[in-house]
């Protein structure tokens, strides 16, 4: 038996993403909106899932004719299921934070942040593989976060649901590997999305120091590399997951934070 064979990495001929549909939740925005546009210039059909519709608009307008809209609150959890069907890939997005410490924490809220970014990817997931496993071939991401691998304060749903993402997303390679689909964890520091611009502009105002100085002293206190991961480079990353090279990439977790869990 050769010790050396062809590998489609190695095939000069590997095909973008063309045919494929991409189904990306939380487009309408942030991190949902590049991975949306990076998997359509790849080719993909993109089928772009939010509640926020006008941000939805503004998307498939840019996008010119490349992604459709499909306006959807992932709460809903029979319709996230069917808002994967025939999906090739699927990148599980959306998300929603609450700071606050444990003993403050609604109940209520808590619930909601599982439902939505632990709950609808299992859902949506388990809409999707069944296509998947019929054509041989798929391709999940869930966009994690550093918080999927370690904790801060006052993150309790936010940490809880990410670590459980990251574990759903292994279980999901394990069983997915002997039917041609992969899946993986993309795992972010701070993003420049509007959620965090916001989030600096605050922290200024209260601190009483510069945006800069929040920047790195604050929100980057723990990272080696002091500046925001850009929207852009989070959507490389899934689009590597996706492509013809990432094959053997499996049940991984890509971490993006400049180092900060290197500690
Ligand atoms: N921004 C960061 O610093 C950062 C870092 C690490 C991980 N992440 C993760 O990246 C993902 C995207 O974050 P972002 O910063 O782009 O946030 P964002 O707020 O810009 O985008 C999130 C999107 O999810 C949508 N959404 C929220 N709840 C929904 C629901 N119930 N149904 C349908 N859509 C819903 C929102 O409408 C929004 O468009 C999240 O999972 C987040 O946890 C973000």
Request: glycine share 10%; with cysteine.
């Amino acid at each position: 038996m050769p010790l050396m064979s062809a590998s489609p990495a190695s095939s000069p001929e590997a095909p973008g993403l063309t045919g494929r549909t991409a189904v990306v939740t939380g487009a309408a925005g942030g991190i949902g909106r590049a991975c949306s546009l990076r998997l359509a210039a790849a080719g993909a059909r993109v089928r772009a899932v939010d509640m926020d519709a006008e941000g939805l608009a503004d998307l498939v307008a840019f996008a010119e004719g490349t992604v459709e809209a499909y306006a959807l609150d992932l709460t809903d959890l029979d319709a996230a299921e069917r808002a994967a069907e025939g999906a090739d890939i699927l990148v599980n997005n959306a998300g929603i934070q609450l700071v606050r410490p444990i003993e403050d924490f609604p109940p209520e809220v808590f619930s909601r942040v599982l439902t939505v970014m632990l709950e609808a990817p299992f859902r949506l997931v388990r809409g999707a593989l069944p296509g998947m496993y019929e054509r041989g071939w798929g391709r999940i991401v869930n966009i994690s976060s550093v918080h999927g691998l370690i904790a801060s304060p006052y993150k309790s749903a936010y940490v809880a649901a990410k670590h459980g993402l990251e574990g759903l997303s292994k279980v999901a390679a394990l069983e997915g590997a002997p039917h041609g689909v992969t899946s993986n964890c993309v795992s972010p520091g701070y993003v420049r999305t509007p959620l965090v611009e916001r989030q600096i502009t605050d922290q200024a105002a209260a601190h009483g120091i510069s945006p800069e100085r929040v920047v790195s002293e604050v929100l980057l206190a723990d990272a080696a590399v002091k500046r925001l991961v850009e929207p852009e480079e989070v959507a490389e990353a899934v689009a590597y997951l996706c492509g013809p090279h990432s094959s053997f990439i499996t049940g991984a977790s890509l971490s993006m934070d400049g180092g900060w869990t290197a500690h």
